[in-house]
C-alpha cells in the first residue's frame, strides 16, 4: 500500500517472470512467478469464487519461484513465497503501510537498529536461513513462509520437508550408466522447467564440477549457443582452472563467446569500490559483489538475459543428513574470534533459534540463491540454479554413499563427455583464499584503523570489540596471516559498511 491509500505491485521485467491478477469481486489475488512453458496465463477478468480457489491452489504448487498475494476487504494481507527461491523477498512495514522488495537498500527507511542475532550469524559466517536480517525493522520472507500484515507483520514458517534416505540401487550396468543417466534426466527436468532461450542465456562456467556438469548437460541440449562466464581466480588455483576451462569450451560445444574476467588487479575494497564509497549494499551480497557485478555487465552487453550456475552441487550430494553436514561443518569452524564483543559471544550458543524447518533445497543453497541474485538481478540477469530442483534433490537424497562421496556423480559424469582426469579430478581446485588475503591485507586494512579510529555501531553495539580488532589488525599488519580466522574479517568490514550507510 502506497502513501496515498492505493495498493501496488512493481513486478520484475523480464522474460523469465510473468505476472498475474485476479478477483472474484470480493477477493483479490496477485501473483508474480517465474514462467513454466506450455502454462497458459489466468485471464485478468474477474473470476467465480470457485475458480479464484483454483487459481490460488495452483500457484501455491507452482514448480519454480513465485510470490502470492492475497486482499481480502478487512483481513490482513497475506504474502507467500514459493518452495524455489531464485530471489530473495524482504519485507518491512510503517504506518500501516507494507513494503517489500528482493532489494534490501529500497527498504532502508525501515532498517531500524541492529539485530544482534544476525549479525552475530554474520559475523563468525555460520550463516542460517531464516526471517532475521541485521536490521531489526526488515525481515526475510522464506521459502513456503507466509506473511500477514494488518498492521504488524507476521511470518509463519511451513511444515519441514520430509527427504527420502539413499537407497540400494537397482541391478544395472557396472560403470553406473543408470545413475548417470537419471543425473542427466535431472537435469533435463530442471532445465525444461523454464522457458530458457539459448540464444539469451550464459553459462556460469568456472571450471569447477558443479558448473561443469550443469553447463555440459545444457551445452549438448543446445550446441553452440551456450556462451560461458566466471571469474578467474588468483594464487596456485589459477593456472588449474584456466586449464580445465579450456579443455571443458574446446571437449563440449558451448558457445563461441567466453567471458573471463581476471580479478588479479580488482582487490576489494579499492578506492572505487561502493562499499567504501558508503553505497547502500546489502550485507548479503558477498564480498566479490563488484567483482560479480562488472562481470554481470559484460553478460548483459552479450545480450543475455539469463545465467545458469552449478549453485547447490555441494548439498545435493552431501554426505549424510543436512543436519549432520552442518554439524560437521560448524565443528570445523573457529568461532573464537578475538575481535567478537561480549554481545557476540553470547549469542553464538543461540544462533539456530528461529531458523526455518528443513526444505526442499538446503538452507545453505537457499541464503546462496539469495545472495547471487540481486547483482544479477540489476543487471537484467535471471539466474537458473538446477541443482535447487526437486528432480536433482531427490536423486542426491537417495544416491548410495559412493556416489555423494567427494562429488563421484559429478565427476564421472564429466567423464563421460571424454575429459580429462584433470577435468574431472582436479587436484588444485579454484579458491579465492589468496585473493582474499591480499585484499585484506592492502585494502582492509586500512578500513579497520578506519574503524578503531571513528567507531563503528558494531562497537556501539557490543559485537565487536576494539582491543580484539586492534590485535586482529596488528596481526594483519605483521604478516601473520591465518585464513581461518583473519579471512572473517571480511564479514567485520561488509556488516560494518552496511550498518553505517542503512542506519544513517
Known sequence: MTDDGASRVTPYPHPMVEQLAATDGTRTVIIVRERVPGRARTPAEPVTACDLDAIIAQARRWPVDYALIELIPHRPVRVTAGAVRSSPLFLAHHDGVLHGSWDMADLTPHAGGIDPLEATRLLIYRPRYSTDTPFTGIRRLTERATASFGGDLVISYPDPVVHAEPRDLARGDANGADVLAAFVAGIDTALDARPIDPAATVCHLTGGLDSGSIGARAAYRWPGQLNTATLIVTGPGRPHQIRRRDEMREQIPFGPRDLALDIGERLLFGPGCDRVRGELVSPYDEPLYELFSELNAQIAALGANTVITGLGGDEMVAVGSAESARAALDKAQNFDL??????????????????????????????????????????????????????????????????????????????SFGLSRDACNPAVRESFAEFVEESLTVNGLPLLQRILRDGSPLIEEGLVDPDGLKIAAAQLDSTSYREDVHSKLLEVITLDRAARAFLA
Do not use: C, N, S
Not at 351 to 368: F, K, R, S
Not at 376 to 398: M, S, Y
Open 338 to 415: 578475538p575481535w567478537l564483543g561480549p554481545r557476540a559471544r553470547a549469542a553464538i550458543e543461540y544462533g539456530d533459534v528461529g531458523i526455518a524447518p528443513p526444505a526442499m533445497a538446503g538452507g545453505i543453497t537457499l541464503l546462496a540463491a539469495e545472495t547471487v541474485a540481486p547483482p544479477l538481478l540489476r543487471a537484467r540477469q535471471w539466474p537458473v540454479h538446477p541443482f535447487t530442483h526437486r528432480a536433482l534433490i531427490e536423486l542426491g537424497d537417495q544416491l548410495p554413499f559412493h556416489w555423494r562421496e567427494l562429488k563421484q556423480l559429478q565427476r564421472r559424469h564429466l567423464a
